[in-house]
């Protein structure tokens, strides 16, 4: 069955690092690969999107690669600050009728001062 | 403002009392879909709608229906609720197929169900 990883443990870095989660995925083929960010209690708010022939998309800190053969995203956070903290979730999608997004179950990042 | 607005925010009901979560989007988006989150079981998606008048399943739709009369609402009913649908219900909406365009989110509905 499709099945996708995220780090489960927290990511504790230094304010002003770069913060680097990653996305392992099996069994599916997307055409597209989305990262969210999830503060508690709230709604997911969209970042990026990259699609399968991209390698690479960048927005402002933030930097998304994926690469098809090792079937994998990595999420960067440059110079990161206390208010990038939150759960990142990454979602894939694109390549069944339904057109839904299948989640990660997300990484918690913690950026301290 | 683009937004997606459920109501309400938080719910706590009894078993078997038929309830309604209402979504709504302003943003004349195609497909709507709700989702339910869990801890360590992150989003499962529960029902969605390509458009008006257009339903399919999720992988978790039992004991829940919705409907799409309009393109702006998307309501999730739960019939007869059990104790195992408290949870975070989302609902989403994107201009196309989820996957393709970036989906936007409501802000949750935490229903607990005694």
């Known amino acids: 069955s499709q099945k996708i990883e995220q780090n489960s443990e927290a990511l504790n870095i230094q304010e002003g690092k770069t913060a680097t989660l990653t996305c392992n995925y099996t069994?599916?083929?997307?055409?597209?690969l989305q990262w969210y960010r999830q503060d508690p209690g709230r709604g997911p708010v969209f970042l990026l999107l990259?699609?399968?022939?991209?390698k690479e998309k960048r927005k402002e800190r933030l930097k998304v690669t994926f690469d098809t053969t090792l079937k994998q995203s990595l999420f960067h956070i440059t110079a990161s600050q206390p208010a990038d903290s939150a759960t990142y979730l990454c979602?894939?999608?694109?390549?069944?009728?339904?057109?839904?997004?299948?989640f990660g179950q997300g990484t918690t990042l913690q950026v301290k001062p | 403002e683009a937004q997606v607005t459920q109501n309400p925010r938080y719910l706590i009901t009894v078993t078997g009392k038929k309830l309604t979560v209402t979504c709504s989007q302003n943003m004349n988006h195609e497909y709507m879909s709700w989702y339910r989150q869990d801890p360590g079981l992150g989003l499962r998606q529960i029902y969605y709608?390509?458009?008006?008048?257009?339903?399919d399943k999720g992988d978790v739709p039992e004991g829940y229906k919705v409907s799409r009369k309009e393109k702006r609402n998307f309501p999730l009913i739960l019939e007869s609720p059990s104790p195992n649908q408290t949870s975070l219900y989302f609902c989403a909406s994107s201009l196309s197929k989820q996957g393709m365009t970036e989906a936007f989110f409501g802000q949750g509905t935490r229903l607990t169900v005694v």
């Open positions: 990259i699609r399968e022939n991209e």
């Open positions: 979602a894939l999608g694109g390549s069944s009728n339904t057109g839904k997004l299948i």
């Open positions: 709608s390509m458009n008006v008048e257009v339903t």
């Open positions: 069994n599916y083929s997307p055409a597209y």
